[in-house]
């Protein structure tokens, strides 16, 4: 049996969009599950797109999330690289164009940009461009004539304006097409580069690719580059097309979202074994419904065969629920080190950092909710009287009152002001008073802390404040409360 053989062949034109990780992914789990290689190719034949930093954030992007390739660029020991533009720079590409024109499959198109321009038209209230094969006729003195002169010229695809075409997607199944609807697409662009269909079937058939993985966008192409595969004699790989991964209105997942490609989700705060989980599930569902992986948990359960063709919906709140899950799971040494610079952009006092990492380890989804859930350890804030009554704690401002000043002078007292023996003080009280708990420790905690909610209770804040802040605190509550 065939050893399997998947792609990544990005296109270096910016960040990486969370569609494109998909691609990787999938493709590289396809290869991991099956025992086969996945090969790493760049696809800079178009040239006005590339952007520069772009390639070093695809190595940067597959290394950081484990999809380590086996062959091309920045892989020791690889064969390779696979860079489109240098195997152009070889001639490589125009030399499988001439062969297609030896054939009749392909021909020279010497048209120049006016004529194109005339040959639009509107459909649906689109405008499209379909060539008319004005070109196809030129005998080959003409085009010998042409080529002598230096005309500028494109290569394109002869395709056939009658009967069909069809091919088969692992996800979609038979897909058919009238040839009449396949444009002679470009093959060569007039500045000599491949186009990306072009250049794409020529690379998957010299690297040996079994399983091309890919967007659906992709599926109106497919019957062209089938066309292609069988011009050459070649065999064509197992398509598998993925579904479209829309927002939570149903709309294409665009740029203008924020968080669509995988640096802004890193940015965001979000774990990078989150982002794998959470992109593994964008159009793929374990047969058990199962949805935390590790990533070779996923290299073990992942069938491509179970790829929906529904769109995909990107739930943004669904990946902040998997980022709290994947944070309270972490070792505590190293959530405190991802945790240390926003406790320190919140807090400059010399305060316990490490308790209070331990209080929000599992009250966060994302390490930026941080410095919102402690920065009233640094500075207490501006809150009204209001905030310490409670329909379910039963507490006014007149009880809230009471208690602040019944307490007061047993707080100042107390010397040890670790977390017990202050719990074991307020509850002392509480049984004296004859009340329930919240009503002494809601009025406490909205005193030292300024907040509705906190990331911990009354005692164990105090803890962290000290005795001087903690009573300083109180002062103030019982101040704002006797106005």
């Known amino acids: 049996m065939k050893k399997i053989r998947t ?21 590289w789990l396809i290869a991991r599950h099956a025992g086969g290689e996945f090969i790493l190719r760049i696809e800079d034949t178009d ?13 940067r992007t597959l290394r950081d999330t484990g999809l380590v390739h086996d062959e091309g660029p920045d892989k020791d020991g690889g064969v390779g690289p696979y860079v489109q533009s240098e195997r152009q720079a070889k001639g490589l590409y125009l030399q499988y164009a001439k062969e297609l024109i030896a054939k009749g499959e392909a021909y020279y198109c010497f048209c120049d940009k006016e004529r194109l321009a005339s040959l639009a038209r509107v459909v649906d209230g689109k405008e499209i461009n379909v060539y008319d094969k004005h070109c196809l006729s030129l005998s080959p003195e003409e085009i010998a004539e042409k080529l002598a002169a230096n005309v500028p010229y494109v290569i394109r695809q002869n395709n056939p ?21 396949l444009d002679d697409m470009i093959l060569i662009k007039s500045d000599g580069y491949p186009t990306y269909n072009f250049a794409n079937v020529v690379d998957d058939h010299l690297m040996g690719i079994t399983h091309v993985v890919r967007g659906n966008e992709y599926l109106s192409s497919s019957p062209k580059y089938n066309r292609l595969y069988e011009a050459f004699g070649w065999e064509v790989p197992v398509y598998v097309h993925c579904p479209l991964i829309t927002d939570e209105e149903h709309h294409k997942l665009s740029k203008r979202c924020g968080h669509c490609s995988y640096e802004d989700l890193t940015e965001q705060g979000f ?38 063709k529904s769109p995909a919906v990107f739930d943004y709140t669904k990946l902040k629920w998997m980022n709290g899950e994947y944070i309270k799971a972490m070792d505590f040494a190293l959530f405190y080190e991802k945790a240390l610079p926003y406790l320190r952009q919140a807090i400059t006092k010399d305060l316990d950092l490490r308790k209070i990492a331990e209080m929000v380890k599992t009250r966060i989804e994302v ?40 307490l007061f002078p047993l707080l100042e007292e107390q010397e040890d002001y670790g977390n017990d023996a202050l719990y074991q003080t307020l509850l002392a009280y509480v049984e004296k008073k004859g009340c329930k708990n919240g009503y002494v420790m809601w009025p406490v905690r909205t005193a030292v802390s300024g907040k509705q909610m906190t990331p911990a209770g009354a005692t164990e804040i105090m803890e962290i404040l000290g005795k001087e802040e903690s009573l300083q605190r109180i002062r103030r509550g019982i101040a704002l409360l006797a106005e």
């Open 7 to 27: 792609r990544f062949a990005p296109s270096p034109t910016g960040r990486m969009h969370v569609g494109n990780l998909r691609t990787a992914l999938y493709a």
């Open 47 to 59: 040239q006005e797109r590339l952007v520069e930093g772009a390639v070093d954030i695809i190595y």
């Open 161 to 181: 304006t009658e009967g069909t075409t069809s091919f088969q997607d692992e996800i979609y199944g038979e897909i058919t097409v009238e040839n009449s609807e």
């Open 271 to 308: 774990l990078t074994e989150t982002i794998v989980n959470f992109v593994a599930l964008l159009g793929w569902s374990p047969s058990d419904n199962r949805e935390i992986f590790s990533l070779q948990e996923l290299v073990e359960a992942f069938d491509y065969h179970h790829l929906s």
């Open 367 to 406: 390490f930026p909710d941080i410095p919102g859930l402690v920065d009233f350890f640094e500075t207490l804030p501006a809150y009204d009287a209001a905030m310490y009554c409670h329909k379910k704690m039963k507490t006014t401002c007149e009880s809230a009152l009471e208690v602040l000043r019944e």
